[in-house]
């Protein structure tokens, strides 16, 4: 996706706030906002992320400039972007690689039959780059080794209760996350009743406590990215993908340890569902460079393993 943006308004201070700044970005026809920025939205209901009736996709961010309110809307060939708050600045510059810019979709070549139906339907995905580590990481380290539903509610609980409300005229209910320094204050009890247990809310002060340094990541490439997250206890392999692949935009970070992906994409090229992290690798192997993006579009195609036993019943860490 190539880009250019249009000359760019003055911006300017309104009583302490800031007026909307306006820019659009020449894209690609077919860019699918949804798919792109998919992956941000942590669950239905995320305080951080909106997509509206009109098309328009709402992002309320903790920059490193401070929280910002961001509104992506596409247009024809074109998307539109307007943002608020300290941080209205930095995520309009950013907006490009958030929209795939740095992403080059033409460097994958399908190698199954699958994957080239799947890519030929979602010709519109592109991986996003948010430039943010911290936002991707901590709802990451909520994810580990429970049910989506569980971290979808302790994320969505902890962003409104320490987090700030949304800058400029955001959708009712949207909040910015909190900041390193608020992560670090939440007392013990409170991450009990956020249902998040103490070695996933220890994992996330030792993250937020050295922040910058996380944050530096976003601009290292995908192995030394993740080197410098595994660098905190707590985080591993899973986790450290989950937040490159969104941070960094990494098409080749795909994610291991994972409950369901190897058996997922052993049973679409394979037809086996028993397959580990090693075999996954090896199918994966044709796509080298661009394994992420494979892994995205096998989840896209639907096919996934007939169910073979029933859900894993949530827990709840706050009844205890």
């Not at 958030?98 to 979709?105: H, R, S, T």
């Not at 990494?250 to 037809?271: K, M, Q, R, Y």
Request: with cysteine.
């Amino acid at each position: 996706m190539a880009g250019r943006y249009a000359p760019r308004p003055t911006r300017t201070t309104v009583r302490g706030g800031h007026v909307p700044v306006p820019r659009s970005l020449d894209t690609a026809q077919d860019l699918d906002l949804g798919l792109t920025l998919g992956p941000l939205r942590r669950g239905p209901a995320d305080p951080t992320f909106r997509a509206t009736p009109d098309g328009s996709v709402w992002r309320v961010c903790r920059t490193p400039d401070g929280p910002g309110t961001l509104r992506v809307r596409m247009d024809g060939g074109r998307a539109g972007a307007e943002a608020w708050g300290p941080g209205a600045a930095w995520l309009l510059d950013g907006l490009p690689a958030l929209l795939g810019a740095e992403d080059d979709p033409a460097a994958f070549v399908p190698r199954h039959k699958l994957l080239l139906a799947t890519h030929r339907r979602r010709p519109g995905l592109r991986l996003t780059r948010t430039g943010l580590v911290l936002e991707s990481l901590i709802p990451s380290v909520l994810e580990q080794k429970v049910t989506t539903h569980e971290a979808y509610g302790s994320w969505r609980l902890l962003v409104r209760k320490y987090g700030e409300p949304a800058p400029g005229p955001a959708p009712e209910g949207m909040y910015a996350m909190p900041d390193a320094r608020t992560w670090t204050q939440i007392p013990s009890w409170e991450w009990h009743r956020a249902n998040v247990d103490g070695k996933r809310a220890a994992t996330i002060v030792r993250a937020a406590r050295v922040a910058a340094r996380m944050e530096e990541a976003a601009a290292m490439d995908g192995p030394a990215a993740r080197a410098r997250l595994e660098l905190i206890p707590g985080i591993g392999p899973w986790t450290s993908a989950e937040t490159i692949q969104r941070s960094n935009g990494a098409p080749d970070e795909v994610t291991t340890g994972d409950l369901h992906l190897p058996g997922i994409v052993g049973w679409a090229l394979a037809g086996d569902r028993t397959t580990d992290d090693e075999a996954m690798l090896d199918l994966l192997a044709p796509y080298a460079g661009q394994r992420h993006r494979a892994a995205r579009l096998i989840l896209l195609s639907g096919r996934v393993p007939p169910r073979r036993a029933p859900r894993m019943t949530p827990g709840d860490i706050r009844r205890l």
